[in-house]
C-alpha cells in the first residue's frame, strides 16, 4: 500500500508540473480516445531537457486512467539490439488497446526502418505508440502514403515565457526571482528546474548559475562530444548570432570547418534556418555561461575571433547587406549595459534605410526645425547642398515618407564656408588641428545628424538603425583617420560611449540647443583591435582620443593632453623597448623618450621610461588572464632575456599557449602606456622585475 500509494504521489506530483504543451497533449489525448481519424504514431522530438519525457508519462498516466495497458521501453538498455526491443514491446504485441512508449529512442537511432517496416505492422489491433527522441523522424514516414497518414511528428518546442514562470510558481520560486532563471533557461524545462532548485544566495542577490548546474545542464543538454574540437566548434555557434560556414572557418581554420560543419546540421538542438545555424536558446545559454565560468581566457579568445570575422562580414557585404551583418554582430553585445541596449540584434524589416532623394529635402528641413531648431536646420541645408550623399533616409515600409534621416560627412580640408554654416564643424575641426592633425590621404568623419520625429535621440528602432549605419561606416570606410558623433543628451549616451573607448570631447552651442561630440583616434587604436577588444570582457577599452573630458562652457574645446606619437610607432617603439630592456645603450635611443611617458626635462628619462612600463606591466594584472600575461611578458623580457622555448619551458605551459598569453600581454600593455600619464621619476637607477 505504501509503495502503491508513493507511486501514485509521484505520478501526481508530475503531473501537476507539467505546463503547457497543450497541442501535444492534445493529440495524445486524441489517439487514447480510439477516434478513427486519429494517428496510430506520435514521434515526439526535440532537444535533451526539453520536455519530451514529461509528456511520456503524461500519456502513461492518461492511458492507464483510461484502463489500457502501458508497455513503457526505455531505448538507453537496449544497445541498438532489434531483438532486445523486440523482446522489451512484446507485450504491445498480444494485447489489444495496448500502449507502446519508446523514450530516448536516439539510442537505438539505427532501428527506425526496422521498427516502421518490420515491429510496428505486428502491434496488437487498436494499439498505439509514442516515441520519443531528439534525432527529427526520417522522411520516410511522411513519404510513405500508408504511413503518412497514421504517423504524426510532434517536434517539442520551448515553453514560452509565460508557460516558464508558471513552472517556477509551480517549484516555489518567487516572482521576483522568476526573471533571470527565465532569461538563462531559454524555455528549456531541465534548465529551469535546475535553476529552481539554486536561488540566490540572498533574498534580492542577482542569481547566476553554480558551476555544478552548469556541469549537469552540459552532460543533459548536449551529452557526449566526438572530440574537442567539436566542443570548440559548439563553443563558436553559442556566442555568434549565427553561425555560416565562414564564419566558423575564421574560427577554427579551412580544415576544422568541413570536418564539424556538417555535424552541426544533425544536431537536434540546432536549427537550420536560411540564415545559417541557431542553436535552442537553452543549449546556448548554458555553452556560453559554462565556458565564461570555466576558461574565461578561451571564452574572450572566442569572442574576440567572432568580432573580428563579424566585422569582415560587414566589409564583404554590399551597404544594404551591411545592417544585417551589424545586427549580427551586434549580437556579441546584448547584454552590454547601454541605454535601451543599443547594441541590439533585432531586425527591423518594416524600417528601410535609403539613400536621399531630391523630393525628400523639404521633409528633412522641416524635420530638423521642429526636433533641433532654426540654428540645426541651417546647418542641414548646408550639408545637403555640400554632401547630399553622406544622408541616410528611413522609411516605413510602403511610404515615401522620411520617418528619420542621419548624415555621416567626410572632411579632410577646413574650409571657411563649412565653419561658417555649422558650429559643430568649426568645434570639430579646432580639436582636429590642435590634438590630432590629419595627415596626407587622411580625412576625418562625423555622424553629424540623427533625427527622429518629436526631438530628441531617444533610444528606438530608428536610432538602432542609425547606430547601425554609423558603425557600417567605421568599419568599412578605409583612410578615416578620426571620427566623431553629436549627441544631444551626454547623460544618457555618455557613459555608454566612454565605456566604448568613446570620450566627449567637445559640447557647442547650436541657436541654444547644446550638441555633444565624441571623439575616437584610429591611429591611436585600429577598427580590428577595437572591435577585438571590445568583445573581450576583461579588457578596458582604450580612451581613444588625446584629450580629458570637459564640458566647462559653451563651445569650449576640452584640454588636450601631452602631444602622442603616431599609434603605430608607439606600438613598435613598446616592443623595441621589450627587446632591448636590458641593453641600456639601446633602449636609451628608444622613440617612447619622446612620448607622454617622460617628462620632458628629466634628469633621467630612461629611469622615467622604465617606471613607466614596468607600472603598466603591473597593472595588467586585472583578471587570470591578465596574470598569466604578465608572467608569460616578464619571464620572456623583463626578469631575463631568453629565448621564447625557454621562457615557455620555464612557465610550465604549452608553446601555443605561452604565444597567447604573450600577444596578449603586448597588447594590454600598449593600451595600458597609451592611457597611462606622464611618468615623474627620481630614479637614477634602472629598475627591475625581481626574477620569479
Known amino acids: 500500500m505504501g509503495a502503491a500509494g508513493l507511486a501514485d504521489r509521484l505520478d501526481a506530483a508530475r503531473a501537476g508540473a507539467l505546463v503547457g504543451r497543450e497541442p501535444e497533449r492534445a493529440v495524445l489525448d486524441l489517439m487514447l480516445s480510439g477516434a478513427a481519424h486519429a494517428p496510430l504514431v506520435a514521434y515526439l522530438h526535440g532537444p535533451g531537457g526539453i520536455g519530451k519525457s514529461s509528456l511520456v508519462r503524461y500519456a502513461a498516466r492518461q492511458a492507464e486512467l483510461a484502463g489500457r495497458r502501458v508497455v513503457h521501453v526505455d531505448a538507453r538498455f537496449l544497445d541498438a539490439d532489434p531483438r532486445r526491443l523486440e523482446e522489451a514491446a512484446a507485450p504491445a504485441c498480444a494485447e489489444p488497446g495496448a500502449v507502446l512508449l519508446i523514450d530516448t529512442f536516439e539510442q537505438c537511432q539505427p532501428l527506425e526502418t526496422w521498427l516502421r517496416e518490420t515491429f510496428l505492422l505486428r502491434l496488437a489491433d487498436q494499439a498505439i505508440v509514442v516515441v520519443a527522441g531528439r534525432t527529427a523522424p526520417d522522411a520516410e514516414w511522411s513519404l510513405d502514403p500508408g504511413w503518412a497518414q497514421l504517423f504524426t511528428a ?63 545542464l552540459v552532460e543533459r543538454l548536449v551529452g557526449d562530444l566526438p572530440s574537442a574540437l567539436h566542443r570548440r566548434a559548439l563553443e563558436v555557434v553559442a556566442q555568434a548570432y549565427v553561425t555560416r560556414e565562414p564564419l566558423l572557418r575564421a574560427v577554427l581554420g579551412d580544415e576544422d570547418t568541413s570536418t564539424v560543419f556538417p ?63 551589424i545586427a549580427e554582430w551586434m549580437f556579441l553585445f546584448r547584454d552590454q549595459d547601454g541605454p535601451d541596449n543599443l547594441y541590439n540584434y533585432r531586425t527591423h524589416p518594416h524600417i528601410e534605410d535609403t539613400p536621399l532623394r531630391p523630393d525628400d529635402v523639404p521633409a528633412l528641413l522641416r524635420m530638423a526645425e521642429e526636433a533641433e531648431g532654426p540654428a540645426s536646420a541651417a546647418a542641414v541645408a548646408h550639408w545637403l547642398r555640400r554632401q547630399p550623399d553622406a544622408f541616410r533616409v528611413h522609411r516605413y515600409t510602403g511610404s515615401t515618407t522620411p520617418a528619420s534621416f542621419m548624415a555621416i560627412l567626410r572632411l579632410d580640408t577646413p574650409l571657411p564656408e563649412d565653419r561658417a554654416e555649422d558650429p559643430v564643424i568649426a568645434a570639430v575641426w579646432d580639436l582636429v588641428e590642435a590634438a590630432a592633425p590629419l595627415g596626407p590621404g587622411e580625412h576625418l568623419g562625423i555622424r553629424r545628424f540623427a533625427v527622429q520625429p518629436g526631438g530628441g535621440q531617444r533610444p528606438s528602432p530608428l536610432m538602432e538603425l542609425i547606430s547601425r549605419r554609423t558603425l557600417a561606416e567605421e568599419m568599412r570606410i578605409p583612410g578615416r583617420a578620426v571620427t566623431f558623433t553629436v549627441f544631444e543628451d551626454a547623460d544618457l549616451w555618455g557613459r555608454y560611449l566612454a565605456k566604448a573607448g568613446v570620450p566627449e570631447v567637445a559640447a557647442v552651442d547650436v541657436g541654444g540647443l547644446r550638441q555633444h561630440v565624441f571623439g575616437r583616434d584610429w591611429r591611436r587604436q585600429t577598427v580590428e583591435q577595437w572591435v577585438q577588444n571590445w568583445a573581450r570582457t576583461a579588457v578596458t577599452p582604450l580612451a581613444t582620443w588625446p584629450a580629458t573630458a570637459s ?142
Request: charged content about 25%; cysteine-free.
Open 551 to 692: 564640458t566647462n562652457g559653451p563651445g569650449d574645446q576640452l584640454p588636450r593632453a601631452s602631444d602622442q606619437l603616431p599609434r603605430a610607432a608607439f606600438e613598435k617603439g613598446v616592443l623595441e623597448a621589450l627587446r632591448t630592456w636590458h641593453t641600456p645603450r639601446e633602449f636609451a635611443t628608444s622613440v617612447l623618450l619622446h612620448s607622454h611617458l617622460v617628462t620632458p626635462g628629466s634628469p633621467n628619462p630612461t629611469a622615467d621610461l622604465r617606471d613607466a612600463i614596468t607600472t603598466a606591466l603591473d597593472a595588467i594584472q586585472t583578471d587570470p588572464a591578465g596574470v598569466k600575461a604578465h608572467k608569460a611578458l616578464t619571464a620572456a623580457y623583463i626578469s631575463a632575456s631568453r629565448p621564447h622555448k625557454a621562457a615557455a619551458r620555464r612557465l610550465g605551459v604549452p608553446y601555443g599557449t605561452y604565444r597567447r598569453h604573450l600577444a596578449l600581454a603586448k597588447e594590454r600593455l600598449i593600451e595600458q602606456l597609451l592611457r597611462q600619464p606622464a611618468t615623474r621619476s627620481t630614479s637614477t637607477a634602472p629598475r627591475s622585475i625581481p626574477e620569479e
Open 263 to 325: 555535424w552541426l546540421r544533425q544536431l537536434p538542438y540546432i536549427e537550420v534556418t536560411p540564415e545559417g545555424l541557431h542553436p535552442h536558446d537553452a543549449v546556448r545559454a548554458t555553452l556560453e555561461a559554462d565556458l565564461r565560468w570555466r576558461d574565461p581566457e578561451r571564452y574572450d579568445d572566442i569572442r574576440a575571433r567572432i568580432s573580428l570575422a563579424g566585422m569582415e562580414a560587414v566589409r564583404s557585404a554590399t551597404a544594404d547587406d551591411a545592417l544585417l551583418r
Open 154 to 216: 510532434l517536434p517539442v518546442r520551448p515553453l514560452d515565457p509565460a508557460e516558464s514562470d508558471a513552472l517556477l510558481a509551480a517549484r516555489g520560486v518567487p516572482a521576483e526571482q522568476r526573471g533571470a532563471f527565465v532569461a538563462f533557461a531559454g524555455g528549456s524545462p531541465l534548465a529551469l528546474s535546475l535553476a529552481a532548485s539554486v536561488p540566490p544566495a540572498a533574498p534580492g542577490a542577482p542569481w547566476y548559475p553554480t558551476g555544478d548546474t552548469l556541469t549537469t
